[in-house]
């Protein structure tokens, strides 16, 4: 194989990954704040990029894009308000299977108002043909907007997190929830809070790569799956960890078409999950010390 | 005896129904009550696993399919150019060889489906023990996430394996016949007997599950649910007794499986999709965790509705709205509610705490 080649694979891979490890913060924004995995999450990136087409048949492209976004925080927010928030310690299991039948109710909601269609925004810049020529490969430019816009949006997060209040206060919540409210924050609005930044991120990340992969009802499954594998892989509740984990299995599934059928490219990723899951739950870059304190 | 009240009810309601389907012509509902009782089958395992032993599958339509399609594919399979080979002779001696003619009237051989059944729950049984080893250590997001990407890489090697015939699934699945023309089958003559035989299936899954349960393993499972170290202290082998479990409702979801294909005649990868798992699950919780009577009545009435085709478009969204709306305001079930509260109402208070007592026993 060629080095060019080598290298097409590699860029293809990092777009992807990218991608899942924007979902697999989503899930660690929610699991910090409240212990909770939203099995809904790929649902947020199904219904920014839906309703970003549907608003662009009216408006230009970026506000429609932030308007979808900020929709799907509010959605996220809905969703927190109605379902979550009012019941008091609820198991897991009852948390888990409320989040999965969520994630039916509203694909099944974008069945009814989108249909069974593939449908995609245009690219941002230039078209399906056109590309940029970095080093030996040529890549096109939507891949930078994907990689730009979401590395930004870890960028910011991270700011938020460290050097805000807020942030600040939505992780003494996911530090000790009880001394939180001890010191006075409003834990119960910073899971809400918590639940509209992951819709948010979500949302974004669907719009900038809508383009590429295309949006259709279904997708937020798979890439709840895959965002939990690499969510995994980095170590729960650990958001730089999960970029790391996303481009791996990104690289690794693009890897993947050389040696097996392309229709089992979902179950490999699906595989590294369960081998990760069987050997190292703690993830390959999370510290065991830190996550035996975890419930597994 | 008490324990067999039930059973008999069972029973009665079986015969029941199918006097009145067959008295009122419509003799057209019973197909679907039978497709009905094959699912209930595999949604009473899930049952004993989730209610009793506390472990959640998300994967369990995955065991319904590697039952069906390996049924399905051993009893199509062509096995004619094969007939000099030494197996080939060896299983025709034994008389577990077929013949029977294709749609294009060619003569073809296959595996009878005694023997496709027998290796599908072995099979079903491996791949459980297997994956169940180290899947059952898991808890909580980690099994449903382990038991959802089981089910999912279920689904896509089904889906994309030329052998399970890709997106088309298996056709032409012949009968399974016990005794002359006897048997599981979608004849249209043989529907009041082939509602007999889904539905003493899982008459008999429910004998067993009910004894299983007023056993020592039943106790067991029972504190694992409520207190797994605690069980684990008192000195049970909590791996063991889970794994067991998860092994007996895969082996009874692939029964089903076998049952069901060779009923429908045929088997699509739709029965190994994310959302027929998560519907057992919605039918698992609207009949209550951790009852198996509750769970029957409610997976027969919702399949049988939903097969009926009452539920329109709107199938999988009424499971999903379901499952919210049982683990939002019952997560004990729709029947247990309404038992209680009706309990409360009867009987006054004083009553109530002496029948408490006796509950004990």
């Known amino acids: ?296 | 005896m008490r324990k067999y009240l039930g059973i008999a009810f069972l029973l009665m309601g079986i015969v029941a129904i199918q006097l009145v389907a067959s008295f009122t012509d419509s003799v057209y509902y019973l197909t679907q009550l039978t497709m009905a009782g094959y699912y209930t089958m595999a949604v009473l395992g899930l049952a004993l696993l989730m209610g009793y032993a506390g472990q959640i599958s998300l994967g369990h339509a995955g065991f319904f399919a590697i039952g069906g399609y390996s049924s399905a594919v051993l009893t199509t399979y062509n096995l004619l150019p094969y007939r000099d080979g030494l197996f080939y002779r060896l299983l025709e001696a034994l008389q577990l060889l077929q013949k029977r003619e294709d749609l294009y009237g060619d003569t073809i051989v296959n595996l009878h489906p005694v023997v496709a059944m027998v290796v599908a729950l072995l099979l079903s049984a491996l791949i459980a023990y297997v994956i169940g080893i180290p899947v059952l250590k898991l808890k909580g997001h980690y099994l449903a996430m382990a038991t959802l990407g089981f089910g999912i890489i279920v689904y896509r090697v089904v889906l994309g394996t030329a052998l399970f015939g890709e997106a088309d699934g298996i056709s032409d699945v012949p009968p399974f016949r016990f005794y002359g023309d006897l048997g599981i089958s979608g004849d249209m003559d043989l529907r009041v007997e082939n509602y007999y035989i889904a539905w003493i299936s899982v008459l008999l899954i429910m004998v067993l599950f009910i004894n299983l349960l007023d056993s020592r393993v039943g106790r067991a499972l029972r504190a694992i649910h409520g207190a797994e170290d605690a069980s684990r202290a008192v000195g049970i082998d909590t791996g063991d007794y889970k794994l067991k479990t998860f092994v007996l409702s895969a082996v009874v979801a692939a029964l089903a499986g076998v049952g069901l294909t060779h009923f429908n005649g045929g088997i699509g990868p739709s029965e190994a999709s994310v959302m027929k798992s998560v519907r057992y699950v919605a039918i698992v919780a609207a009949g209550g965790m951790a009852s198996l009577w509750g769970t029957m009545v409610m997976s027969t009435f919702l399949n049988f509705m939903s097969l009926r085709g009452y539920f329109g478009s709107y199938d999988d969204a009424l499971f999903g709205g379901i499952l919210i709306l049982i683990m939002l305001f019952a997560p004990e079930g729709i029947l247990s509610i309404s038992f209680r509260r009706a309990w409360k109402r009867l009987i006054p208070r004083t009553e109530r705490v002496r029948d408490g007592d006796t509950e004990g026993r």
């Open chain 1, 1 to 296: 194989m060629g080095v060019e080649l080598f290298l097409q694979y590699i860029a293809a891979g990092v777009t992807y990954g990218i991608i899942y490890a924007i979902v697999a913060i989503g899930f660690n924004i929610i699991y910090n704040t409240t212990g909770i995995i939203n099995f809904a999450q790929g649902e947020f990136v199904m219904l920014g990029s839906m309703i970003a087409i549907s608003l662009h048949g009216v408006m230009p492209l970026l506000p429609s894009i932030v308007l979808a976004s900020v929709v799907t925080m509010f959605i996220g927010a809905l969703i927190e308000v109605l379902f979550i928030r009012w019941l008091k310690s609820p198991t897991v299991l009852r948390m888990i299977i409320i989040t999965i039948g969520l994630s039916i109710l509203i694909r099944e909601l974008a069945l009814s108002i989108w249909g069974e269609g593939v449908r995609a925004l245009p690219y941002f810049t230039g078209n399906e043909v056109s590309s940029v020529e970095i080093g030996m490969i040529r890549i096109s430019p939507q891949v930078l907007w994907v990689v730009g816009v979401c590395l930004f949006m870890v960028a910011v997060l991270q700011g938020f997190f460290h050097f805000t209040l807020l942030g600040r206060k939505m992780r003494a919540c996911a530090a000790n929830p009880v001394a939180a409210r001890l010191c006075g924050i409003n834990t119960k609005n910073m899971v809400t809070l918590s639940f509209m930044l992951s819709a948010l991120i979500g949302a974004v990340a669907g719009c900038v790569v809508s383009p590429i992969t295309y949006s259709q009802y279904n997708m937020g499954t798979g890439l709840a799956i895959k965002g939990f594998t690499v969510a995994i892989l980095g170590g729960l509740g650990n958001s730089l960890a999960a970029l790391g984990g996303g481009i791996v299995l990104g690289i690794l599934e693009s890897f993947s078409v050389w040696f097996m059928p392309s229709a089992y490219k979902d179950a490999i990723s699906i595989a590294i999950l369960l081998v990760i899951l069987f050997v190292r739950p703690s993830g390959l870059f999370g510290s065991k010390e830190r996550m035996a304190l975890k419930e597994f």
